[in-house]
């Protein structure tokens, strides 16, 4: 069973993947609601259990409970107003795939290889599911998963390493069409729904919970909304009015794709996805585990909308990188706090492993901020530190980029030299750009030395970037998976009758 597993690209040696298999139910070992797993604890000592919710490109400044006048999220509002709200929560490289690498291995994009979207995951990472598994939690995954890299549909990820210590699954790798889902769970036999897929993801999530008895569980659920294209169930949409929307001072009109209409249909869809958070919350209280849940709400990047008249992600402004950052957890958290705490993609696994009483690893480099979360400190990461690697004409990303961000100041910089410099106190919507002001010439030598001193603690280079459109029309998905863009270049080459031209 276990060769039907094995990769041909560097991997965990086969007793790893075994005693993963094992931990996650894949190998039929017994379990009972007591978590007899190996590793798992007494049902008297049993760690808390994480839900993590994660729907694709909301920026963070769209939820009421960060003061948007317009949107309409009310159970998110008052799952913030129960726990820990971080008004400061960050995507490290603001771009799908490396975004949910970064969440689930707590590692950079540069080490844990995904600095590119529609790269695979290499089974050698080591991540917070595989973690939790081996501990005896149950482990499920719903939703887009977007970790596999080739081609995105159908979409079958087989069961094994490439699931990453996921066990229970109801997935796809990247499917877009929000009314008409197709999903998988352990053969090829597509699944495919006529409803609006968070409703779909939230029915396979209730599933799961229903099912794990007292075990600790890790669930995550990855809804793909309000990624576009925008929209969803007509009574959400009916709910907004594109001409009476409040826009933000930097918004442009008249961006492709980005206007009045785009927005409104994009808050309907958090609405809509605001509405199944509130069923997930239910089936925690309906089956007795809402109190000992560490419920996570986050994304994996923004959505530009028009802002600097831009579109999508990729980019170091705030509406790309600023994420939802909502924990509960009622057991240890006192509710209605807020936080103005640096909280980025690489703190969440060593922040929920730690937060359940698990030692964080030393290849994990993200900090460990639960005293934070637990209300022991409230002093975070005196910066945060963001990667794009490739260019992405799609959403007119030109060139890599490195940035840093402090409660004060964003900075961001090409290999060319300085591109941004904002001054978010005085400047919150970042229209000055002080990069090649005289007068903040000693802030910008202060920022640009903390970002060199974040790529060489990282250990981060130049050297990491490419400028090969591996990313635009659909070069790293369209044939099969590849684990780096030079296995790609290598192959383009070797494969010219195909490989799309520049």
């Not at 920022?447 to 130049?462: F, H, I, N, Q, Y």
């Not at 296995?487 to 010219?496: F, G, I, S, V």
């Amino acid at each position: 069973m276990l060769e039907s597993y094995g990769t041909t690209r560097p991997g965990r040696s086969a007793l790893a993947v075994a005693l993963t298999l094992i931990a996650t139910g894949l190998l039929g070992t017994s379990r009972t609601t007591s978590a007899s797993g190996a590793g798992a604890d007494p049902p008297q000592k049993r760690r808390p259990s994480v839900l993590m919710i994660l729907p694709d490109q909301m920026r963070g400044q769209a939820l009421g409970c960060m003061g948007n006048p317009d949107v309409r999220t009310p159970n998110l509002d008052r799952l913030a107003s129960q726990g820990l709200l971080f008004r400061n929560a960050l995507a490290n490289t603001p771009v799908c795939c490396p975004a949910r690498a970064n969440l689930l291995t707590g590692k950079y994009a540069h080490r844990n290889g995904m600095i590119a979207n529609d790269l695979r995951l290499r089974e050698s990472e080591r991540t917070i599911a595989e973690i939790l598994a081996e501990k005896g939690y149950r482990t499920g995954f719903v939703g887009k998963w977007h970790l596999d890299g080739g081609p995105r549909l159908p979409g079958f990820i087989p069961p094994g390493p490439r699931r990453q210590g996921f066990a229970y699954w109801a997935a796809n790798e990247c499917d877009h069409r929000h009314f008409r889902p197709t999903y998988f769970r352990d053969t090829d036999q597509p699944i495919t729904e006529e409803r609006f897929e968070p409703e779909v993801w939230t029915d396979r999530a209730v599933e799961f919970l229903r099912l794990a008895g007292d075990d600790p569980f890790f669930l995550v659920v990855s809804m793909g909304p309000p990624h576009d294209p925008y929209g969803a169930p007509e009574k959400s949409m009916k709910l907004y009015d594109p001409a009476k929307l409040t826009m933000r001072p930097n918004w442009v009109e008249g961006v492709s794709g980005a206007g009045r209409k785009e927005l409104a249909a994009y808050y309907a869809a958090i609405t809509a996805v605001d509405e199944q958070v509130g069923r997930l919350l239910k089936t925690l209280d309906d089956t007795g585990r809402a109190e000992d849940t560490i419920v996570i709400v986050t994304s994996d990047h923004g959505d530009m909308l028009g802002s600097h008249g831009q579109r999508l992600k990729r980019k170091p402004f705030e509406e790309s990188i600023r994420v939802p950052g909502i924990i509960r957890y009622p057991a240890k958290v006192k509710p209605g706090r807020t936080t103005e705490a640096l909280l980025t993609h690489v703190d969440v696994a060593p922040t929920l492993l730690s937060l359940c009483g698990l030692p964080v690893p030393s290849e994990m480099q993200g900090r460990d901020l639960s005293g934070v979360v637990l209300g022991t400190t409230d002093r975070g990461p005196d910066s945060a530190f963001f990667q794009i690697f490739v260019p992405f004409a799609g959403d007119t990303t030109p060139r890599p980029w490195r940035g840093v961000r402090t409660d004060r100041y964003m900075y961001a910089r090409t290999q060319e030299g300085p591109w941004l410099l904002f001054d978010l106190k005085a400047d919150p919507y970042e229209l000055k750009n002080l990069a090649k002001d005289s007068a903040h010439t000693v802030v910008r030598d202060r920022m640009e030395a903390m970002l060199v001193e974040w790529m060489k603690r990282t250990g981060d280079s130049w050297a990491n970037d490419s400028m090969a459109s591996v990313e635009d029309n659909g070069r790293l998905y369209r044939f099969r998976a590849f684990y780096s863009i030079r296995e790609y270049l290598d192959w383009a080459k070797k494969n010219p009758e195909v490989a799309p031209k520049d």
